[in-house]
């Protein structure tokens, strides 16, 4: 029902930016929320941040929060999650995922994406 894809991971060095992309698609795609999630190799998903497609709200988790910015194209079909400031911590896959308003639970999520790698060296 709702099809979500990345794009824009790749390698950085540390306090580089990169800026990822979430594009959706689907005839209810709208209802829902998106969410950023990371994973790194041998730890769980973790919540970074969300989004509602109104832009009235926009919640982000404490490791990121001041670093990362949530948004939304003019078509309103893509949301961007642009990350500033880069740590070597901050490396993981990258996904987006679209689930309810206020939920930071990845078992919470309707519909995930691939994802999209982010390294980030030191």
């Known amino acids: 029902q709702v099809q979500l894809v990345e794009s824009g991971g790749g390698l950085a060095q540390a306090g580089g930016s990169l800026r990822l992309s979430c594009a959706a698609s689907?005839?209810?795609?709208?209802?829902?929320?998106i969410h950023w999630f990371r994973q790194a190799p041998g730890k769980d998903r973790e919540f970074v941040a969300s989004?509602?497609?109104?832009?009235?709200?926009?919640y982000y988790a404490a490791s990121v929060k001041g670093r990362f910015t949530i948004s939304r194209n003019n078509a309103q079909n893509t949301v961007y999650l642009q990350m500033d400031s880069l740590r070597p911590e901050d490396t993981a896959v990258y996904y987006c995922a679209a689930g309810p308003i206020g939920a930071s639970n990845s078992n919470a999520m309707n519909y995930w994406g691939k994802g999209t790698l982010v390294t980030v060296s030191s």
């Open positions: 989004f509602t497609w109104s832009g009235i709200i926009k």
């Open positions: 689907g005839r209810n795609f709208s209802s829902y929320a």
